[in-house]
């Protein structure tokens, strides 16, 4: 079935570090692809998506690439920032048995040190 | 424009006990997804409805029932509670879940505590 698989966490980073993490997936068809984040306290919200193969999605310095080839869409960001802080779930979105369906992977906190 | 709102945002309950919560998604979004986020399992999903119709079911026993009213407000019902149903419970709403395009809209959750 759809699956989506992401980096275990947690990461810790200096401020102003690269940020990398990795997200790969499993979907038959066409699926669209997403990154939210989570703030400690609050509800998932959406960071940026990408909804066909090569695209890239972008917001507040993340981005990421959806990459049909290796079934993969990274996150990445270059210099981050302590306001980062947070719990990111890469998810895809996939017409599946004649039904739409939202998968979300397992979450990687990331923390950010000053 | 009013985010999603879940309601209570904290619940103490004992086992054995039911619990009742309730989501209001945006306004003219039809849909409603529910999760449950603990730390060793991650986000998992619950249910989908859809114009008060189940169209998606996750993997959680009968104890965990849901419906939706003709104003797109759902509610969950968890009977019989057990220590492991501790989590927070998410709601997310989206406009259009007839594409793989939708984006979901979460609310805050509500913390459940069973002891």
């Known amino acids: 079935g759809d699956s989506v698989t992401q980096m275990e966490g947690p990461v810790t980073l200096s401020e102003e570090a690269f940020l990398t993490i990795n997200c790969t997936y499993t979907?038959?068809?066409?699926?669209?692809l997403f990154w939210y984040v989570q703030y400690p306290g609050e509800g998932l919200q959406l960071l940026l998506k990408?909804?066909?193969?090569?695209d890239k999605g972008s917001n507040k310095g993340f981005e990421a690439t959806y990459r049909k080839e290796t079934t993969s869409f990274h996150l990445e960001k270059g210099s981050v920032q302590v306001s980062d802080s947070a719990v990111y779930f890469c998810?895809?979105?996939?017409?599946?048995?004649?039904?739409?369906?939202?998968?979300f992977g397992t979450g990687t906190r990331l923390k950010v040190l000053a | 424009k009013a985010g999603v709102t879940q309601t209570p945002r904290y619940l103490i309950k004992t086992r054995g006990q039911q619990v009742t919560l309730s989501c209001s998604p945006i306004?003219?979004?039809?849909?409603v997804s529910w999760y449950q986020q603990t730390p060793g399992q991650g986000l998992q999903f619950l249910f989908e409805?859809?114009?008060?119709?189940?169209?998606n079911k996750g993997n959680f026993p009968g104890r965990f029932s849901g419906r939706q009213f003709s104003n797109s407000r759902s509610e969950m019902n968890v009977s019989t509670l057990e220590l492991g149903d501790s989590a927070l419970y998410l709601c997310?709403?989206?406009?259009?879940?007839?594409?793989?395009?939708?984006?979901?809209?979460f609310g805050p959750g509500t913390r459940l505590t069973v002891l």
């Open positions: 979907a038959t068809g066409y699926p669209s």
């Open positions: 409805y859809f114009s008060e119709t189940q169209r």
């Open positions: 998810a895809l979105s996939a017409l599946t048995s004649g039904t739409y369906k939202y998968i």
């Open positions: 306004s003219g979004h039809r849909s």
């Open positions: 997310a709403s989206s406009l259009d879940p007839t594409t793989t395009t939708n984006e979901q809209f």
């Open positions: 990408a909804t066909k193969a090569d």
